[in-house]
C-alpha cells in the first residue's frame, strides 16, 4: 500500500489544518488507518486510529494529548483518510505520518502497522 500525506503547514496557535493521506489499495475500506506524529528529538507518537468493525462502521481511538481536539474520518470512494486538527497548540508541532494496517486492527502501536507515508511537517507558532 502506498500512502500520501498532504496538508501540513504553518499555522497559529488555535488555529485549525485539516491532514489528508491518500492510499492506494483496493481493500481501502477493511485498512485500519493511524496518524502518528514525530517532534524533533522525541520518539513517533500515536495521535489517532480507525479500524473496521463488521457492522460497516469504524471506531476511532484517539492519544490522550489530542483527545476532544481532533477527528480521524475517512472517504472510503476516495481512498483518503483525514485528520481534523481543531484548537492547535505549539506542542503539536511535529512531523505527521499517516500509516495503514491491512489487518484491519489498528490501534496505538506502531509495530501494527504495515505501510507509512512519507510524513508532512505541521508548525504551530505561539
Known amino acids: 500500500v502506498q500512502l500520501q500525506a498532504s496538508g501540513g503547514g504553518l499555522v497559529q496557535a488555535g488555529g485549525s489544518l485539516r491532514l489528508s493521506c491518500a492510499a492506494s489499495g483496493r481493500t481501502f475500506s477493511r485498512y485500519a488507518m493511524g496518524w502518528f506524529r514525530q517532534a524533533p528529538g522525541k520518539a513517533r507518537e500515536f495521535v489517532a486510529g480507525d479500524s473496521w468493525r463488521s457492522s460497516g462502521t469504524y471506531n476511532a481511538i484517539y492519544g490522550d494529548s489530542v483527545k476532544g481536539r481532533f477527528t480521524i474520518s475517512r472517504d472510503n470512494a476516495k481512498n483518503t483518510v483525514y485528520l481534523q486538527m481543531n484548537s492547535l497548540k505549539p506542542e503539536d508541532t511535529a512531523v505527521y505520518y499517516c500509516?495503514?494496517?491491512?489487518?484491519?486492527?489498528?490501534?496505538?502501536?506502531?509495530?501494527?502497522?504495515?505501510?507509512w507515508g512519507q510524513g508532512t511537517q505541521v508548525t504551530v507558532s505561539s
Open positions: 500509516a495503514a494496517d491491512r489487518g484491519g486492527v489498528g490501534g496505538p502501536r506502531r509495530v501494527t502497522y504495515d505501510d
